[in-house]
């Protein structure tokens, strides 16, 4: 009589264990989000790449040799405002194809989210912090130009007003203005709503970067006067944290 009772014991713990395990796994979701670029509708990979094929809102022609940017703080918003922050960055690297596709090891609970967002680049909580994978990565910024880290690096050759290939440098980082007596610094990261989203299996969503708005609105982008030394240009990082507001837009959510 009493083996018969802790069998059924024991067999009744792993039903409801089992039983749990599989609610658990039914009631969380994992996040992917997926990167593609394009210029206008065009689109770009690094199989576009070293070839002056585009023409920029100001008219001048340009090709693109390298882009990286880094996305942090994905965050799910619930009406009530409480928010789920994913843990982990990314350093999404078009020249050499590698991080287009990020999954954060964070799991959230299914259901209907008021918003869905994520940073580009870092805001200043987290430029603070040290991240050897990206020192690794030559990501760092010099501390007289406010230390932290790049947001972006895009990188390529146009056409001059003199007709002459020249090189050009994009690269976005945290607003940095030494001209005064003391450094002072204004974040430029930008927080990309996605919208509202029903949570109900495992999540991807895929979003594209128009390459293009980077040099369009509402700054109509001239080469000639903006492609060197824009790092600890004040205006000029002002500028392209006003031109990114819409470059990110999502495609699609695959569930």
Same mark, same amino acid.
């Given at each position: 009589m009493k083996k018969t009772a802790y069998l059924f014991a024991t067999l009744m713990f792993t039903l409801i264990s089992c039983h749990k395990d599989n609610d658990d796994h039914v009631l969380q979701a994992s996040i !992917?989000?997926? =990167?593609?670029?394009?210029w206008d509708g065009e689109l770009v990979t690094n199989a576009h790449f070293n070839t002056i094929q585009y023409t920029n809102e100001n008219g001048e022609e340009l090709s693109i040799e390298k882009l990286r940017y880094v996305i942090s703080k994905i965050t799910f918003h619930k009406a009530n405002q409480e928010t789920i922050v994913l843990d982990g960055y990314n350093l999404v690297d078009v020249t050499n194809a590698t991080n287009l596709l990020f999954t954060s090891s964070t799991k959230i609970p299914l259901g209907q989210y008021s918003n869905? !967002? =994520?940073? =580009?680049?870092? +805001? +200043? /909580?987290d430029n603070s912090k040290n991240y050897p994978d990206l020192n690794a990565a030559s990501w760092t910024v010099p501390e007289m130009l406010g230390g932290g880290y790049h947001f972006m690096q895009l990188e390529g050759k146009f056409i001059?007003?003199?007709n002459t290939q020249t090189g050009y440098a994009y690269h976005a980082i945290r607003a940095v203005n030494n001209t005064g007596t003391e450094q002072v610094l204004q974040d430029t990261s930008i927080v990309v709503n996605l919208g509202s989203v029903n949570i109900t299996n495992n999540t991807t969503f895929n979003i594209v970067m128009n390459i293009a708005q980077w040099f369009k609105d509402p700054n109509t982008w001239?080469?000639?006067d903006w492609h060197t030394a824009l790092m600890p240009n004040f205006n000029a990082q002002?500028?392209?944290? /006003?031109?990114?507001?819409?470059? =990110?837009?999502? /495609?699609?959510?695959i569930q």
């Open positions: !992917s989000l997926n =990167f593609s670029h394009n869905m !967002s =994520f940073t =580009f680049g870092f +805001d +200043d /909580e001059n007003n003199t001239n080469l000639n002002i500028m392209m944290y /006003e031109n990114g507001q819409n470059v =990110f837009s999502l /495609e699609s959510i």
